[in-house]
Nanobody
Framework: QVQLVESGGGLVQAGGSLRLSCAASGRTLSAYSMGWFRQAPWKEREFVAAISWSGARTDYADSVKGRFTVSRDNAKNTMYLQMNSLKPEDTAVYYC????????????????WGQGTQVTISS
């Protein structure tokens, strides 16, 4: 069993930056591929980024490629999402998730989820 807790969300102006963290407890994070997802009001939860257990492989949604960077520190049992050049359309609740297999863009593949952290970008 893995417990995930996101932090780092907040309110920033368009063009600004935020760094989200996802801290894990219960089991070592290195056993899992990890992902970031987001859900805006009245929209489906969507894939943002994913990273393999070693950090060697990453994947990004087209909408964030070049602006967001996913990383992890297995020694600290933590994953990060550095978000730059933020846009109002990035406003959403951001969730981290853990997957016992390969990195994936599908919410169905992930076994554990955090509670989410709100990110709001003002124009």
């Amino acid at each position: 069993q893995v417990q995930l807790v996101e932090s780092g969300g907040g309110l920033v102006q368009a063009g600004g930056s935020l760094r989200l963290s996802c801290a894990a407890s219960g089991r070592t994070l290195s056993a899992y591929s990890m992902g970031w997802f987001r859900q805006a009001p009245w929209k489906e939860r969507e894939f943002v980024a994913a990273i393999s257990w070693s950090g060697a492989r990453t994947d990004y949604a087209d909408s964030v490629k070049g602006r967001f960077t996913v990383s992890r520190d297995n020694a600290k049992n933590t994953m990060y999402l550095q978000m730059n050049s933020l846009k109002p359309e990035d406003t959403a609740v951001y969730y981290c998730a853990a997957d016992q297999t390969f990195i994936s863009r599908s919410t169905d593949e992930y076994d554990y989820w955090g509670q989410g952290t709100q990110v709001t970008i003002s124009s």
